[in-house]
């Protein structure tokens, strides 16, 4: 079974930080991983998806990064702002067994910027 | 274009009634996926639908859930006789398969359904 983890759970920062959000999973077996941001009451919307045969992805002041054989990866956020307030996911389909695609989840980085 | 939609958005029932929940995917995706969200937890698979191939029910909690797929795209999730522990955000999912390697998904804004 795939185990995700985020750290930190939770991040409170001044506007203008850069931050790294991390991410790491139990089984190196995936076929990508995908960040996606929640802002409370609404769903998911995706921020980048990294095919495990790349290192990185970048999209605007967004880069993510993995290591697929360590089982990490990180977001980095430059220059942060009030809008980038809301919870960050991690989620990861393995490249194995029946349910091709499920997606299994971290529990999040509870991301607030203050001006 | 358009995207995933959900609907109820939001959903109170009482304990022991039936519900029903419903997903229009993005045109033309082929997969199609339920999570769920409770509060404190992280989000959890429920079910797997692609193409016309039988469904992965796997992740499903009890039998009092199941759903169903109609002509490969617009689903229902159903709860026979709600629990409280039902309470939580449901959230739908699709994504182009082709074969290949598992592509983005994309969710829809969720149902929130309260159970009283």
Do not use: M
């Not at chain 1, 009030?82 to 999040?108: E, I, K, M, Q």
């Not at chain 2, 490969?72 to 999912?93: H, K, M, N, P």
Request: with cysteine; aromatic share 8%.
């Amino acid at each position: 079974k795939q185990e995700v983890t985020q750290i930190p759970a939770a991040l409170s920062v001044p506007e203008g930080e850069n931050l790294v959000l991390n991410c790491s999973f139990t089984d190196s077996a995936i076929y990508n991983l995908q960040w996606f941001r929640q802002d409370p009451g609404k769903g998911l919307t995706s921020l980048l998806l990294i095919q495990s045969s790349q290192r990185e992805q970048t999209s605007g002041r967004l880069n993510a990064s993995l290591d697929k054989s360590s089982g990490r990866s990180t977001l980095y956020i430059a220059a942060s702002q009030p809008g980038d307030s809301a919870t960050y996911l991690c989620a990861v389909p393995l490249d194995r067994g029946s349910t091709l695609g499920r997606l299994y989840f971290g529990r999040g980085t509870q991301l607030t910027v203050w001006p | 274009g358009a995207g995933v939609s959900q609907s109820p958005s939001n959903k109170v029932t009482e304990k022991g009634k039936d519900v029903e929940l419903r997903c229009d995917p993005i045109s033309g995706h082929t997969a199609l996926y339920w999570y769920r969200q409770s509060l404190g937890q992280g989000l959890e698979f429920l079910i797997y639908f692609q193409g016309n191939s039988a469904p992965d029910k796997s992740g499903l909690p009890s039998d009092r859930f199941s759903a169903e797929r109609t002509g490969g795209s617009v689903s229902t999730l159903t709860i026979q006789r709600t629990q409280q522990e039902d309470s939580a955000v449901y959230l739908c999912a699709s994504s182009l398969t082709s074969g290949g390697p598992v592509h983005e998904q994309y969710f829809g804004p969720g149902t929130r359904l309260t159970v009283t």
